[in-house]
């Protein structure tokens, strides 16, 4: 079997209240990081499921338990196109949520795909050691050093970020930030490595849909595989919660429910 880790697995009736879990996970631990560091740093992901947790999030309901001027909004991993693409992470994150709150300017730390592909991450690896006054060496994980959240997916491949099975970003142990060309889906991506992610204070993982189903069981029951099953490589520093919807959580058998 594989190596324990340390995680959480939260199963919701269906789509809309994954989506109102992690919404009010957000807020309650944006106030958190708020309180003891000054700000909230997070990584958002890209994909559908995310997309109706930020339009959630742009809701009144939600947007106005925020302190927006004091959040900072990164991405776990972009592709390589223009940020007014429509392929483009920022982008849809854009239209559905930051658009619609106060959140500073100079405070979106986008990836510039439109830059050659190692170009876009080392300038993003700059960015973020800047922010997390780390010049040198390992992402740090002391409060208001690292992200406070890192939203993450899961496809049905066992991928997570733009970390994809048989290729070298997922053994990546020094770089924060690299770019891969993806033969899967024809296309470069640059993406945030295994080090900074685990680096962070919480990463939720929000998996729906029954076609995720066997590989969520074998990522999480699974044997210890991560060169062929990315999202294992994420073992962070702080908690794990993956929250999941019953159609994906259909093929579990080990994990302990709640």
């Known amino acids: 079997m594989m190596s324990r880790r340390t995680h959480d697995v939260v199963i919701l009736p269906g789509v809309e209240a994954l989506m109102e879990a992690a919404a009010e996970r957000l807020v309650t631990r944006a106030a958190a990081a708020i309180r003891s560091s000054g700000r909230f740093c997070v990584a958002l992901a890209g994909g559908s499921t995310p997309k109706g947790l930020y339009e959630l999030l742009a809701t009144p309901r939600y947007a106005r338990r925020i302190d927006w001027p004091r959040v900072h909004v990164f991405w776990g991993d972009e592709r390589c196109v223009p940020p007014d693409d429509p392929a483009s992470n920022y982008r849809m994150a ?3 949520l930051l658009d619609h709150v106060p959140v500073p300017p100079s405070n979106v730390h986008r ?6 592909p190692a170009a876009a991450a080392a300038g993003y690896e700059d960015e973020l050691r800047s922010v997390f006054l780390t010049p040198e060496g390992p992402p740090r ?8 959240v890192v939203l993450l997916g899961m496809g049905d ?13 997922v053994h990546e142990s020094s770089r924060w930030v690299v770019a891969e060309y993806v033969s899967e889906v024809s296309m470069w991506r640059v993406t ?8 962070a204070a919480d990463v939720v993982f929000l998996v729906s849909g029954s076609g995720k189903a066997s590989m969520l069981q074998r990522v999480l029951e699974g044997p210890h595989r991560p060169d062929t099953l990315p999202a294992q490589a994420i073992m962070p520093h702080g908690s794990t919660t993956w929250l999941v919807d019953v159609a994906a959580a ?6 302990p429910r709640r």
């Open 94 to 96: 854009r239209e559905t």
């Open 111 to 116: 990836i510039r795909g439109e830059d050659r």
């Open 141 to 148: 994980d002391a409060p208001g050093a690292c992200l406070a």
């Open 157 to 169: 491949n066992g991928h997570t970020a733009s970390l994809f099975p048989g290729l070298t970003a």
């Open 192 to 199: 945030l490595t295994s080090p900074v992610i685990n680096a």
């Open 250 to 255: 259909a093929e579990l058998r080990e994990t």
